[in-house]
C-alpha cells in the first residue's frame, strides 16, 4: 500500500495537523506522520506529538508517495521550507502524480519559496505569498490546481482532509467519511 506522509516540525499547527492526520486515516490512506527535527514534536499550542518516524527514517524509504502533506503554524512552515529532505519528497511527489498539500502558511513559505505555485491558483493564511510571483487568491479556503491542494487557515482544515481525501480515494470514499463523522 502506498503511504501518505505528513511532515512536522516544532510550532505546527494543531488543527491543521491533527485534523488530516485523523481523516485521512479514517478514510483508510496509509498515513504516516514524520517529524523533522525529533520524535516527538511540539505544537503551537504546546500539545506534544509522537511522530510514527523521524525525517531520518523516512528518507530510507524509496517507494513513492501518493501524497505529500505540510500543515501550516510558525515555526513550523518555515522549519519545513528550509529541509532539503522534505522539498525533495514534495517535489519527487508531483513528479510520480501524488498529491501534494499545504495549509496556512506552508503554501507561501514552502511550495513558494521551493517554485511549485508559479502559475498555480493557490490560497494561503491572508496576508502571505505577496512576494511571491503569482499571488494567491483571496477569500479562498480550499483550492485544487492539479496536484496541489492548498487552504487558508485552521478554520479551514476540514475541508483541506476532505479534499486531500477526494483526490486520493475517490468521491465513493469521501462521501463515506463524510457520513462517519456526520459532516456537513
Same mark, same amino acid.
Given at each position: 500500500?502506498?503511504?501518505?506522509?505528513?511532515?512536522?516540525?516544532?510550532?505546527?499547527?494543531?488543527?491543521?495537523?491533527?485534523?488530516?492526520?485523523?481523516?485521512?486515516?479514517?478514510?483508510?490512506?496509509?498515513?504516516?506522520?514524520?517529524?523533522?527535527?525529533?520524535?516527538?514534536?511540539?505544537?503551537?499550542?504546546?500539545?506534544?506529538?509522537?511522530?510514527?518516524?523521524?525525517?531520518?527514517?523516512?528518507?530510507?524509504?524509496?517507494?513513492?508517495?501518493?501524497?505529500?502533506?505540510?500543515?501550516? %503554524?510558525?515555526?513550523?512552515?518555515?522549519?519545513?521550507?528550509?529541509?532539503?529532505?522534505?522539498?525533495?519528497?514534495?517535489?519527487?511527489?508531483?513528479?510520480?502524480?501524488?498529491?501534494?498539500?499545504?495549509?496556512?502558511?506552508?503554501?507561501?513559505?514552502?511550495?513558494?519559496?521551493?517554485?511549485?505555485?508559479?502559475?498555480?491558483?493557490?490560497?494561503?493564511?491572508?496576508?502571505?505569498?505577496?512576494?511571491?510571483?503569482?499571488?494567491?487568491?483571496?477569500?479562498?479556503?480550499?483550492?485544487?490546481?492539479?496536484?496541489?491542494?492548498?487552504?487558508?487557515?485552521? %478554520?479551514?482544515?476540514?475541508?483541506?482532509?476532505?479534499?486531500?481525501?477526494?483526490?486520493?480515494?475517490?468521491?465513493?470514499?469521501?462521501?463515506?467519511?463524510?457520513?462517519?463523522?456526520?459532516?456537513?
Amino acid at each position: 500500500m502506498k503511504k501518505a506522509f505528513l511532515f512536522l516540525a516544532n510550532g505546527f499547527e494543531d488543527v491543521e495537523a491533527l485534523t488530516p492526520i485523523d481523516y485521512l486515516r479514517r478514510a483508510g490512506i496509509n498515513l504516516i506522520t514524520v517529524g523533522v527535527g525529533g520524535k516527538t514534536i511540539v505544537s503551537s499550542h504546546k500539545v506534544p506529538i509522537t511522530c510514527d518516524i523521524m525525517l531520518e527514517e523516512a528518507v530510507q524509504i524509496e517507494e513513492e508517495l501518493i501524497a505529500a502533506i505540510l500543515p501550516g %503554524g510558525l515555526p513550523n512552515s518555515s522549519t519545513l521550507a528550509g529541509t532539503e529532505a522534505v522539498k525533495d519528497f514534495v517535489k519527487k511527489t508531483l513528479t510520480s502524480g501524488g498529491i501534494v498539500a499545504a495549509i496556512c502558511a506552508a503554501p507561501a513559505l514552502a511550495l513558494g519559496s521551493w517554485g511549485l505555485l508559479e502559475g498555480k491558483n493557490y490560497t494561503c493564511y491572508p496576508g502571505m505569498g505577496q512576494d511571491l510571483k503569482t499571488k494567491p487568491k483571496a477569500g479562498e479556503r480550499v483550492i485544487r490546481d492539479g496536484n496541489i491542494i492548498t487552504a487558508c487557515a485552521a %478554520g479551514a482544515a476540514e475541508e483541506f482532509a476532505f479534499a486531500i481525501v477526494e483526490a486520493v480515494c475517490g468521491k465513493t470514499a469521501l462521501n463515506k467519511l463524510k457520513t462517519e463523522v456526520v459532516a456537513r
